[in-house]
């Protein structure tokens, strides 16, 4: 089945320690997206490619990064990690301006 | 300012009894609406879009410009219905989503 694959689900990581969330879709859709969604909160978006066209959103820290290696996949990255940074990140896709197609989400934890 | 507000965070009805969860919006052009929906343990999908102007498990939607609202209804509520339930818009033509807090719907037996 075509689908947003996420890994990994659950992501343990210390204060300031790297990390990065894997996002990779068999959809063939070419804009992909990045959510946060901390806990009782809306999803945020944080970025989004289009194509291959970066979008950043205004309020999105420096902290976060994105890659896009190729169509079908997408990374965020996360360079000094804190507390704050606890939350579910959610992966989307769509096919233009369509109907976006969620992920699993992964958990991410900060010790 | 582009927004979302979903009033109620917790909705708690009976197995049969009716359900509307509410959707306000503020946007300055014409936006598309959405309601999203997320069982327990799984992700996020599409409930029903405004465009499509269809019934998706037995809910309905419809989009009131004059009370920009886009409140989500069904008539005879099932458990299988509990669920978060998330309103979301994004403009017309495409683009990011704007997600209202969530309903969290809880259907009793």
């Known amino acids: 089945d075509a689908m947003v694959i996420q890994n990994p689900r659950y992501q343990v990581t210390q204060f300031g320690k790297p990390v990065t969330l894997s996002c990779s879709q068999t959809l063939n859709h070419n804009v992909m997206y990045w959510y946060q969604q901390k806990s009782s909160q809306a999803p945020k978006l944080l970025f989004h490619y289009y194509d291959k066209d970066f979008n950043n959103e205004a309020d999105t820290p420096d902290n976060f990064q994105s890659r896009r290696p190729n169509t079908s996949f997408c990374f965020l990255d996360i360079r000094s990690p804190g507390l704050g940074d606890a939350a579910m990140y959610l992966c989307?896709?769509?096919?233009?301006?369509?109907?976006?197609?969620f992920g699993p989400g992964t958990r991410l934890t900060v010790l | 300012a582009q927004r979302v507000t979903q009033p109620e965070k917790l909705l708690s009805v009976f197995k049969g009894a009716p359900v509307e969860l509410k959707c306000n919006y503020s946007?300055?052009?014409?936006?598309?609406l959405f309601w999203y929906v997320q069982y327990s343990r799984q992700r996020l999908q599409l409930l029903l879009r405004h465009i499509s102007r269809e019934s998706i498990k037995g809910f309905t939607a419809d989009l009131n410009k004059g009370e920009t609202s886009f409140h989500l209804k069904k008539p005879f509520a099932q458990e299988e219905d509990s669920a978060m339930y998330y309103c979301?818009?994004?403009?017309?033509?495409?683009?990011?989503?704007?997600f209202g807090q969530g309903t969290e719907l809880s259907v009793k037996p």
């Open positions: 946007y300055s052009g014409s936006p598309e």
């Open positions: 979301a818009l994004s403009a017309l033509r495409g683009g990011k989503l704007i």
């Open positions: 989307a896709t769509s096919r233009d301006s369509g109907t976006e197609s």
